[in-house]
């Protein structure tokens, strides 16, 4: 199976710059894809397909990357984007998702 | 409004078997493959299985870890995404959620819990 990597947790403050990467065990072309969850929440789709923005996300959120290294960019980062951030590939069998990164505010 | 409502989850015995509906409104059910994903307390996201739009002959998927035990099935005429569960076994144990989508889940149900233990 693919496994995608991702760091457990990270801090900024508001109004900063963060990329959350995720790196996949084997190539997984553009079908790299991202979801934000929210305690309590069930996830959302943030960007799909490595960089199109899913509809209704706002333009802070942007996606990159291809083959094995994909990062999730969010600037500026406001205070309601606290969550846990999943990348998610659909380019090899079975699909797998990361195990999440957990994005705090300080 | 995309609307994904899941029922069905409950507290069932090892072997025993649930049922989980997902009530789908807001969209054009019938040209979408559907997808069941699950969480387990406190941990990550599994594809549980998926299901294709008629126009794909309504194909199926399984992950591994359900198969022969699990079956996805579809009523266009409802729009309803059903999962049959049998044989069910404790890491089981999961918030199930009704997706819409095969390859990425831009919708996501609010989930139903189902808890496997005796």
């Known amino acids: 199976d693919t496994v995608l990597t991702q760091s457990p947790a990270l801090a900024v403050s508001p109004g900063e710059r963060v990329s959350i990467s995720c790196r996949a065990s084997e190539g997984v072309n553009s079908y790299m894809h991202w979801y934000q969850q929210k305690p309590g929440q069930q996830p959302k789709l943030l960007i799909y397909?490595?960089?199109n923005l899913a509809s209704g996300v706002p333009a802070r959120f942007s996606g990159s990357g291809s083959g094995t290294d994909f990062t999730l960019t969010i600037d500026p980062v406001e205070a309601d984007d606290t969550a846990t951030y999943f990348c998610q590939q659909s380019w090899n069998d079975p699909y797998t998702f990361g195990a999440g990164t957990k994005l705090e505010l300080k | 409004e995309v609307q994904l409502v899941e029922s069905g989850g409950g507290l069932v015995q090892p072997k025993g078997s649930l049922k989980l509906s997902c009530a789908a409104s807001g969209f054009d059910f019938n040209s979408y493959g559907m997808s069941w994903v699950r969480q387990a307390p406190g941990k990550g996201l599994d594809l549980v299985a998926d299901i294709s739009s008629k126009s794909y002959n309504y194909a199926t998927y399984y992950a591994d870890s359900v198969k022969d035990r699990f079956t996805i099935s579809r009523d266009d005429s409802q729009s309803m995404v059903y999962l049959q569960m049998d044989n069910l076994k404790t890491e089981d144990t999961a918030l199930y959620y009704c997706?819409?989508?095969?390859?990425?889940?831009?919708?996501w149900g609010q989930g139903t819990l189902v808890t496997v233990s005796s």
């Open positions: 397909k490595a960089s």
């Open positions: 997706t819409v989508g095969l390859h990425w889940f831009a919708y």
